[in-house]
């Protein structure tokens, strides 16, 4: 049987079927409990999982790449390429669980191995420093306050995923980190036929981005939420540029293209804040076939209900964009009042201090598109624009409260950084108070947005591999 053959024989059906069959799991392991386990395997099978460092990352942890099927079944003509990266945003552990089941598979079932036919190259975690910095919700993923009061999102220009360089028009940036560096190294060496980092979003339903080349694969990531129960997010985009291939499935676009909507659109191009570029617009010189898999901590009521809500869909944008507006002033002139009584440059004041002002940018943006004549119109169910209102004022409102908790926990803080802790302290419980009424969020078993992750990566690799073997025949 030809490699190709081969290929071709990992049906949809069988995909579905392994998404489904998994152990259950709760909750999601910590970066050392990642290592150990990836370790683990590879002293289990030292013939098929090899290892090589790749870089190490800003606190001088050792970032490692382990290859699987690198040699096997030559002589079959050339294999796939497929590069998976976990933890590249580093408040999404969902792939930690994906990266250890799709490793345990393939080591332990020769056949899948065999059938796709494709050398595997797969980063557990890019940023463990900063995941570390998540891990106090890791247990508990499903409990509002514990998720929030422990969440940790980096400033642009401190995340892997958008400090990849670009020199395009007005936008420059070269301040890549070490660990942006050491996957640009992998990106640029291995040249990969198919790349998947590996995110996950917070609250709706399922949804993804994909390369226009993989379009075929849409039906399958339909497909593996509903068998799970997990909805499609129909609501809110995660931006307005966006071009959608089907339901809940975007097109993977590279930075130039957004850099013109946002010139077609009046936008600055690079508003303050900006990075890079990401890994998966870098990714695209290479002919890179991508797909991002994003599952949510917690699915919302009406995530995939499309049916006329009886509201103004200007009228929510505008509402929206004012709470956000006023919740940006409320946060920035806190900011402002407490910034130089401040000793920690801690990582948590850092990302406040990034995404803070941004509130009141974000905010403005939704109230001009409300003036937009074709958003005067009935909302669905699923358009919900507060959604981004509770995740700005939870996440960058407890970036803040965990800047200041952390100067009193020092014992350098005067009694004003004190009292400042408990004013946004209960301001922060309010907004909590009222997502969770507003939001009506219930959390996902683990095991099935795992399953649907990794049920994402093995069907990109058998959807795509033998038309990309296909392709370099034709043009040999």
């Known amino acids: 049987m030809t490699t190709e053959a081969r290929a071709a024989t990992i049906s949809d059906d069988e995909i579905v079927m392994r998404a489904s069959s998994l152990p259950e799991l709760d909750g999601y392991p910590t970066v050392d409990d990642l290592l150990e386990r990836i370790e683990a395997l590879r002293t289990e099978f030292p013939d098929l999982l090899t290892r090589r460092r790749v870089g190490t990352s800003r606190l001088g942890e050792p970032i490692m790449k382990y290859t699987l099927g690198e040699g096997e079944g030559e002589g079959e003509g050339r294999r796939v390429r497929c590069l998976v990266v976990g933890g590249i945003h580093p408040n999404e552990p969902i792939g930690s669980h994906t990266v250890i089941r799709l490793l345990d598979d393939l080591l332990r079932d020769a056949s899948l191995r065999e059938r796709l036919a494709t050398d595997w190259h797969v980063i557990p975690c890019i940023d463990p420093d900063s995941m570390r910095l998540n891990e106090g919700w890791f247990d508990d993923p499903f409990d509002a306050e514990t998720y929030f009061r422990n969440f940790y999102r980096p400033p642009g220009r401190e995340q892997v995923e958008w ?42 339903g399922a949804y993804y981005y994909l390369s226009p080349a993989a379009r075929d694969l849409a ?58 570029q990401s890994s998966t617009s870098y990714a695209s010189r290479y002919g890179t076939v991508s797909l991002i898999a994003e599952l949510p901590i917690w699915r919302t009521f009406g995530a995939d209900d499309i049916r006329p809500s009886g509201s103004n869909y200007a009228d929510l944008l505008r509402s929206a964009g004012e709470s956000l507006v006023d919740t940006g002033t409320q946060l920035s002139a806190l900011l402002e009042r407490v910034r130089p009584l401040l000793t920690l440059d801690s990582p948590f004041l850092r990302s406040a201090e990034a995404f803070v002002p941004g509130m009141s940018r974000a905010g403005q943006h939704m109230v001009e598109r409300s003036r937009d004549a074709a958003n ?96 370099e025949k034709e043009t040999a």
């Open 219 to 276: 039906p399958l990531l339909h497909r593996l939420p509903a068998e799970l129960g997990i909805p499609l997010h129909l609501g809110e985009p995660e931006a307005a540029h966006l071009a959608e291939l089907a339901p809940a499935v975007f097109a993977s676009g590279a930075a130039e293209d957004a850099y013109e909507w946002r010139v077609q659109n009046d936008l600055d191009p690079v508003p303050p804040g900006a990075a890079g």
């Open 376 to 471: 005067d119109r009935e909302a669905t169910v699923a358009e919900r624009p507060m959604s981004v209102v509770w995740m700005y004022r939870l996440r960058f409102g407890g970036a803040l409260l965990r800047a200041l908790r952390a100067e009193v926990a020092a014992g350098s803080a005067p009694v004003s950084i004190r009292r400042a802790a408990a004013e946004l302290d209960r301001t922060w419980t309010g907004w909590l108070a009222q997502r969770e009424a507003d939001e009506q969020p219930q959390g996902i078993p683990v095991t099935a947005v795992v399953g649907v992750q990794y049920g994402a990566v093995l069907g990109l690799v058998a959807h795509c591999a033998d038309r990309i073997r296909t392709r």
């Open 163 to 204: 400090t990849f360089p670009i020199d395009y028009k007005q936008k420059y940036f070269d301040a890549t980190l070490p660990e942006t560096q050491a996957l640009q190294r992998v990106i640029d060496e291995l040249r990969p036929d198919l790349y998947i980092p590996l995110h996950n979003s917070e609250t709706g």
